[in-house]
């Protein structure tokens, strides 16, 4: 009897299924993280501003982000922390936000508020990052500014956000 | 029998399910390892330090202050996808200011509208000086300044040599 030899190398049956399988699990895989990572940063247009440095955060240092949208909305991850017309309302509308602020100043890492000083009192040396639209109205984010000066808090280095100009690159 | 040999020498049947299984855990593994970037840039600035610490007398330091001001709102428009159109009393959701939008900047007794104007102001401020390194600056920003006009001044701040930049507190809304 003849045996019809099939050449082991060119012949190989394509199953499709599991081609599809990770088709699907990859478009789910990038969809998850793509999610994850944004989750800090809200949706704004940010101010173009030409001599801003590349944001280049240290991924080991915890830099919190605080977002104020164009109507003055107080977002962090994803969530509203002051809301204009809804928060004014209570007794201290920005009671929320100067929670959060007083617990993120006790995640950042200190330093000595007198400079080369080895004693006494310490606040955050990270800095915070603020993004804010940009037709927000800049009361808001002086505002926040002005939390972040308070005894419980005492963040003392600020980045503002803005967008830099694709065309040239990093610009020190 | 030497047919079966043959066979059993040549054949290598291909299992797919490792190889899938190895292709999720590498994809995985670099997922976990690489960062995303995202394309932004910061501005640095400073907030005052000492606040409720008790601060010992300082001698009077060289200080610049810019006063921000808005002189015209510029009329509200609302992005389309064409580019844009006047903002109607029925639209809601993001604006955007007008280019008849106008700003009065001050720097001590010099007076500008124009942001070209204020950075040469500044730039030559910056290297009268006397001979001290940082000389400290302060936006002061009046109401219905917005982010974008506090970023732009920042930014020519930042460009005529000012490293040491703080903010004023927020006003009551009724000042000018």
Same mark, same amino acid.
């Given at each position: 009897m003849n045996l019809s030899k099939h050449d082991p190398e060119t012949e190989m049956e394509m199953n499709m299924t599991p081609m599809i399988d990770v088709v699907f699990l990859l478009i789910i895989f990038f969809m998850i993280i793509t999610d994850m990572t944004q989750? =800090?940063?809200?949706d704004l247009q940010l101010p173009m501003a030409q001599f801003a440095k590349e944001d280049k955060p240290d991924p080991e240092i915890y830099r919190p982000i605080i977002n104020i949208t164009f109507d003055g909305r107080i977002v962090i991850k994803r969530e509203d922390y002051y809301v204009p017309e809804l928060d =004014?309302?209570?007794? =201290?509308?920005y009671i929320r936000v100067k929670e959060w602020l007083a617990q993120t100043a006790k995640k950042m890492e200190k330093n000595f !508020?007198? =400079?080369?000083? @080895?004693?006494g009192p310490m606040a955050p040396d990270e800095p915070l990052l603020i993004r804010a639209d !940009?037709? @927000?109205?800049f009361k808001h984010i002086q505002k926040i500014m002005e939390f972040c000066g308070e005894q419980g808090v005492q963040i003392w280095k600020v980045q503002l956000a803005c967008s830099v100009p694709e065309s040239e690159g990093p610009a020190e | 029998m030497s047919m079966l040999a043959e066979l059993a020498e040549d054949k290598a049947e291909m299992e797919m399910t490792p190889m899938i299984d190895v292709t999720f855990l590498l994809l995985i593994f670099f997922m976990c390892t690489l960062k995303f970037k995202t394309l932004e840039g910061k501005l640095s600035a400073f907030l005052p330090?000492?606040?409720g610490v008790n601060q010992m007398d300082a001698e009077p330091i060289e200080k610049v202050e810019i006063l921000m001001r808005v002189v015209k709102d510029g009329t509200k428009l609302k992005r389309t996808d064409n580019g844009t159109r006047p903002y109607t009393s029925s639209d809601t959701g993001r604006y955007d200011w007008g280019s008849d939008r106008q700003m009065e900047y001050n720097v001590g007794p010099f007076r500008t509208n124009d942001l070209d104007a204020l950075r040469t102001k500044l730039a030559k401020v910056f290297k009268d000086?006397?001979?001290?390194d940082k000389v400290p600056a302060t936006i002061d920003a009046r109401p219905k300044t917005v982010y974008e006009d506090v970023v732009k001044v920042l930014d020519q701040a930042i460009d005529a040599g000012f490293t040491d930049i703080t903010f004023v507190g927020a006003y009551p809304d009724h000042i000018e």
């Open positions: 989750q =800090d940063l809200e =004014d309302l209570n007794a =201290d509308p !508020i007198q =400079d080369g000083a @080895t004693s !940009i037709s @927000t109205p | 330090k000492d606040v000086r006397s001979g001290d």
